[in-house]
């Protein structure tokens, strides 16, 4: 179970790699077709710049089985390098010189067997074919900033589709388009599912046994109510909620989209990571190029603790903040912490969380509350100004106590 849980820890939560601020990427555009027969996805993608990043040379990461690649802008083709570059897992680095980029447009073309997507559990699986940043199965440097997208895919007739964005079905072809710009082209196509439906949450699940799924439903309901009622009503009004049972190590949230990864019992951890996926609904405003991340991630994970703490009960929140104390206590603080450090995540993620459950015992549970939501509604995305907030809510003494427990 600590192998199992140190691996959710390092990949679960919401993507956490060196995003830029710029904006070099205007969109992505993709042409897909997926043979389910003989497992092999072809793909066409033009990538649209805003700005060429500095610098002689770019760089891309795919994952390193793809074949047949080939970079063309306007009419030429473009020269490239591989190197052994990885960034995600199995990944591999595409470099080219920037000059050869014409009217801001990339076109690369490629084919990837599906059976050699392994990347953080998600192999190959008929019925549930689930395809993300994680398996690298697109080409993306996250240091070219966040990117709508639009993607049509060509499948066979009995495959569905759901995933980040708005889709549409036309016979044999699937699109998925996200207008908000994201880190992510997440999709899962899907046949011999159903469809369930908790409030405005879709449900689609695989590999789970009817009770777990009555669990689930019950507690999604139960999680998501209560962030509405506290925060404030979410602008994920369409939620699509996927949930497995494949061995996936990696469970993630996208706009509107949320992927969990689950064991054939659905325990109380498993829940919590629902809770914290669902909090980044909320929890999602503040950079995640630096140790700020902090404010998407701790405030996730505390709410987590909350929702479950509303759910279960006091026992339940006892043993959370003991597990989050003996984390904490062997964690770096993240306040202006470094990404790529050892234990980077775990700090940004559980040592703030425990940071704000010593700010509630200060200040008191109903004042914590009230502060979350006065917090979200005020869209911090700064330490600085979270602690002049909560010196404005709860006075100087409780901004000084948080501020001196970050430095510590």
């Not at 590999?207 to 009555?214: D, G, H, Q, T």
Request: hydrophobic content about 35%; glycine content about 4%.
């Amino acid at each position: 179970m600590k192998k199992q849980i140190k691996i959710i820890v390092a990949l679960c939560f919401a993507f956490s790699a060196a995003i830029s601020t710029a904006q070099n990427v205007k969109r992505y555009d993709g042409n897909i077709h997926i043979d389910a027969k003989t497992h092999v996805l072809t793909a066409d993608f033009t990538i649209t710049f805003n700005t060429l990043p500095e610098g002689k040379q770019m760089k891309l990461f795919l994952h390193e089985s793809t074949s047949d690649l080939q970079l063309k802008s306007g009419s030429s083709v473009i020269k490239h390098t591989i190197t052994n570059e990885e960034f995600i897992e199995k990944d591999h680095a595409i470099n080219f010189d920037k000059a050869n980029i014409k009217n801001l447009k990339l076109n690369i073309k490629y084919s990837l067997n599906l059976d050699s997507l392994s990347n953080n559990g998600f192999r190959f699986n008929e019925n549930w074919i689930e395809l993300n940043l994680y398996t690298a199965w697109y080409p993306f440097n996250t240091s070219y900033g966040r990117f709508p997208y639009t993607v049509t895919t060509k499948i066979s007739q009995e495959y569905q589709l759901f995933g980040s964005g708005e889709v549409v079905n036309r016979k044999k072809t699937w699109i998925i388009e996200q207008q908000i710009p994201s880190i992510d082209i997440s999709q899962v196509f899907y046949k011999g599912l159903r469809e369930e439906v908790i409030g405005k949450i879709k449900l689609y699940h695989y590999n789970i046994n009817s009770e777990n799924v009555e669990t689930i439903k019950r507690n999604t309901r139960s999680h998501f109510n209560l962030l509405n009622s506290w925060l404030g009503k979410s602008n994920s009004n369409d939620l699509v909620l996927g949930v497995s049972n494949l061995k996936h190590t990696t469970s993630y949230a996208r706009k509107n989209f949320i992927s969990l990864s689950v064991s054939s019992k659905y325990s109380e951890f498993y829940d919590k990571i629902l809770a914290h996926e669902l909090g980044h609904l909320w929890w999602n405003k503040a950079s995640v190029t630096n140790w700020e991340e902090w404010l998407n991630e701790s405030f996730a994970e505390y709410s987590a603790i909350i929702l479950q703490r509303h759910l279960f009960g006091e026992e339940n929140f006892e043993k959370n903040i003991s597990r989050l104390k003996k984390s904490a206590s062997k964690l770096a603080s993240p306040y202006q912490l470094k990404k790529g450090v050892k234990n980077y995540q775990s700090s940004v993620t559980y040592k703030g969380a425990y940071f704000l459950y010593e700010l509630e015992n200060k200040i008191g549970r109903a004042p914590m509350f009230s502060l979350m939501t006065a917090i979200h509604k005020a869209k911090i995305k700064s330490t600085e100004k979270l602690l002049k907030l909560i010196e404005e809510k709860q006075g100087k003494e409780a901004a000084t106590f948080l501020l001196e427990r970050l430095k510590k």
